[in-house]
Nanobody, 124 residues
Framework: QLQLVESGGGLVQPGGSLRLSCAAS????????IGWFRQAPGKEREGISC????????NYADSVKGRFTISRDYTKNTVYLQMNGLKAEDTAVYYC?????????????????WGKGTLVTVSS
């Protein structure tokens, strides 16, 4: 069974950091573009970052640029989202998603596989 499982969410104070993980089972992430999305209460889902199959290309939404970093570990079949300088408006359920693509493609549309999400709450 093909699955993506997010972990690492939790409660953190403003200005703090969290690292989210996205682990795959049933398939290799080596051949996929991975995206991170989030959905805050009452808001539409927002694509915030992606990393290409090769790892060479990354993209970030303006809302997280300079604070979040996406990376991938091929040996662990896992993708990470390091989140620094967290703000209250970063509070959301965070999802990872994957699709099979070429080497340097990094686009958030058309994702095939989705995780169930992990909740991040930024509050004092």
């Amino acid at each position: 069974q093909l699955q993506l499982v997010e972990s690492g969410g939790g409660l953190v104070q403003p200005g703090g950091s969290l690292r989210l993980s996205c682990a795959a089972s049933g398939f290799r992430l080596n051949y996929t573009t991975i995206g991170w999305f989030r959905q805050a209460p009452g808001k539409e889902r927002e694509g915030i970052s992606c990393i290409s199959r090769s790892g060479v290309t990354t993209n970030y939404a303006d809302s997280v640029k300079g604070r979040f970093t996406i990376s991938r570990d091929y040996t662990k079949n896992t993708v990470y989202l390091q989140m620094n300088g967290l703000k209250a408006e970063d509070t959301a359920v965070y999802y990872c998603a994957a699709k099979y693509t070429g080497g340097s493609v990094c686009q958030l549309g058309g994702m095939t596989y989705w995780g169930k999400g992990t909740l991040v709450t930024v509050s004092s």
